[in-house]
């Protein structure tokens, strides 16, 4: 919104031409879902007491959670409500990128909200049928990839191939026919949706890796399109370029922004949970970032915490189906550490620190190749 009055009124009042570079808006953008969030949600939480939305904790969970049970649930609500408003004022409306990571995110995060309220209402932790949930999210992926490659995709010079990291994209980039380049982009905003919920089990586990990760995507979207002076960063750095995924930096900064608030009340012991809204709606936005921003293959290292988590639940659960025997003494892999003793806290940090480290090493790749 604030681009679209900048562009109205440059001509009367110059200071606001500072609206068109990318870079001052990343930097509002974060500020804005910041001062939201930290605002907010105080009422947001004493709302959800009053609501009594308190979150209902797996039966077969460590006993320690006992303690969790009642904690207001669908925290995430607010956070994505303040991604959404801080994209709205900060982005550029006319960018289609910019829409798209936003239909995922909200389409996504609707669907976490009825999961979340049947939980509720049930006062059980199984919330939506797996499968249902499953084809519903695949529907939601498959409509917006669908309308991205019959509308959009020529208009911003979409190539469809893979950038394998720590290799050149022009030479060593992997071609996929239009269908099988769909479905792995689906694959990969619902695999990623679903990993940010499964990791999203202890207070701040799954907040602080979304932040960090966002916090790479924003350099990286950023890093499609600068010209320094006349020199070509993009090109000098043999970065792959969409038209307009710069554009993606304000919404990877309101994600920053808003974990960050988010993070201030749900840090142990957590005064809100992020519930599935949240985690649906912040991983659907980072699959579909990973995706437009042709960071596919790459995102396996920034979202690194969120695939071991996912991975860590597969392998229990076919290996107890076909060996009968548990890899984990608990799945997904924050249970397993915390059957060893390890303290909840303790969890969380070495879990950051490891988002941390992959997001240098993904970084990494900037001249690494």
């Known amino acids: 919104m604030f681009l679209f009055l ?6 009367k009042f110059g200071p606001l031409n500072v609206f068109r570079y990318v870079s001052f808006r990343v930097l509002a953008a974060t500020a804005t879902a910041l001062l939201i969030t930290l605002v907010v949600y105080p009422w947001f939480i004493r709302r959800l007491h009053r609501l009594r939305l308190g979150q209902p904790v ?20 607010l956070g994505i409500l303040a991604v959404l408003i801080s994209t709205l004022l900060w982005g550029n409306l006319t960018n289609v990128l910019v829409w798209l990571v936003l239909f995922f995110t909200v389409g996504f995060a609707a669907v976490g909200l009825v999961d979340d309220l049947r939980k509720v209402r049930e006062q059980n932790s199984r919330g ?8 519903i999210e695949f529907v939601i992926a498959g409509l917006g990839i669908g309308m991205f490659f019959l509308l959009f995709r020529e208009s911003v010079e979409f190539e469809l191939y893979l950038s394998v990291p720590f290799m050149r994209w022009d030479i060593y980039g992997i071609w996929l026919p239009p269908v099988l380049y769909a479905l792995f982009a689906m694959v990969l905003i619902v695999g990623t949706s ?12 799954a907040i602080g890796p979304v932040i960090i990760a966002s916090g790479t ?10 010209q320094l002076g006349g020199f070509d960063l993009t090109s000098h750095l043999l970065l792959p370029q969409v038209v307009g995924a710069n554009e993606l930096a304000v919404v990877c900064a ?12 749900n840090a142990h012991p957590a005064l809100v949970f992020m519930g599935d809204t949240g985690a649906l709606g912040f991983g659907a936005a980072l699959g579909a970032i990973a995706v437009f921003t042709k960071s596919e293959l790459l995102s396996a290292i920034i979202l690194g915490v969120f695939l071991l988590e996912a991975i860590s639940v597969i392998a229990q659960r076919y290996s107890f189906k076909y060996v009968g025997r548990r890899v984990f003494l608990m799945a997904p892999l924050h249970h397993h550490f915390e059957k060893l003793g390890w303290p909840e806290t303790r969890i969380v940090v070495r ?6 480290m992959l997001a240098l090493l993904a970084l990494s790749t900037l001249k690494l190749r």
Do not use: C
């Open 6 to 11: 900048q562009e109205l009124l440059r001509s």
């Open 58 to 77: 797996r039966p077969d969970g460590p006993a320690q959670h006992k303690a969790k049970e009642g904690t207001p649930t669908m925290g995430g609500a």
């Open 128 to 135: 939506l049928p797996g499968a249902l949930r499953l084809g």
């Open 194 to 205: 679903n990993a940010v919920n499964l990791t999203d089990g202890l207070d701040g586990l």
């Open 217 to 226: 995507f924003l350099i990286l979207a950023y890093l499609t399109n600068v």
């Open 254 to 265: 309101a994600m920053v922004g808003s974990g960050i608030g988010f993070l201030w009340y």
């Open 351 to 356: 879990f950051w620190i490891i988002s941390i």
